[in-house]
Every structure is written in C-alpha cells, then in structure tokens.
C-alpha cells in the first residue's frame, strides 16, 4: 500500500468524522411559559372595561438553560414599542427550576386595545413569550 492509499483513506475518514458530529449541535430549546386558566385568570384575548382589574397566572420552566429575567409588557393601541409593567431577574429555585407569578394590574381609563405580552428569557438568551390583547370599551 502506497503513502498517497493512506493519505487519501485518513483525508475521507477526517470528512465523515468531521460531519457525522454535526447532529450533535446544542438545539436551543427554549424555556416553557404558559398563561394559567382557571376563576378569575385572564389567558386569552378579552374585551375588558375601563379601569378593570386583571389578574393573569403564569407558570415557566427550565428546558435546557437556568431562566434569567421574566418580564411583562404592554402595547397600547397598536404600538410597536412597550411599555414594561413588570421586570423581575430570577435566581435560586425560580432560576433552576422555575416559577409560578400572579400579576395583578388595571386597564386604562380610555378605550382602545392593549396587548400584554409575558417573556421568559434563560441564561444562554433563549426567549419564550405567551400573551393577550384586551379591547377596552
């Protein structure tokens, strides 16, 4: 066997090494966050009056990454920007396992659509979001 048989045979076993491994990546999952049901919860889109009180459940989990930051956002009207109404940065067992969080808060006094977004982020920056628009009347 010649020096150019093994060259070429340690050249075509580098490639199959090299991308048989690529199926290994890291998926990224992200973390689980869900809006809780139940009497009294706000989940899902409404039409709501001025002033109403809300109460909304949320419960998040680990998938891959300890979670980070959990944060709840408003968009009036349509907007594109937010407006935060709850900004909170997890650690211990909230950050390792992860949470259960009632939020209370009250709608505008003036008609019109506001969507709440919730967001979970973990440490490696994966985001998950759940979220409701109420229509003010």
């Given at each position: 066997m010649s020096f150019k048989f093994f060259t070429m045979l340690f050249v075509a076993l580098s490639v199959v090494a090299f991308y048989s491994c690529k199926g290994d990546e890291d998926k990224k999952l992200?973390?689980?966050i869900e809006l809780e049901s139940g009497a009294g919860l706000t989940n899902a889109d409404a039409t709501v009056a001025k002033g109403d009180s809300i109460h909304a459940?949320?419960?998040a989990?680990?998938?891959e990454d300890e979670l980070n930051t959990f944060d709840v956002s408003v968009f009036y009207d349509g907007a594109t920007?937010?407006?935060?109404i709850h900004d909170e940065a997890l650690s211990?067992?909230?950050s390792?396992?992860?949470f259960d969080r009632?939020?209370?808060?009250?709608?505008?006094?003036?008609?019109?659509?506001e969507k709440y977004v919730f967001t979970v982020t973990d440490k490696d920056g994966n985001i998950s979001t759940a979220s409701f628009t109420l229509t003010v009347q």
């Open positions: 992200p973390p689980i459940g949320v419960h989990e680990r998938t920007t937010s407006t935060s211990g067992s909230e390792d396992d992860g009632d939020i209370d808060f009250a709608v505008r006094n003036q008609a019109g659509s």
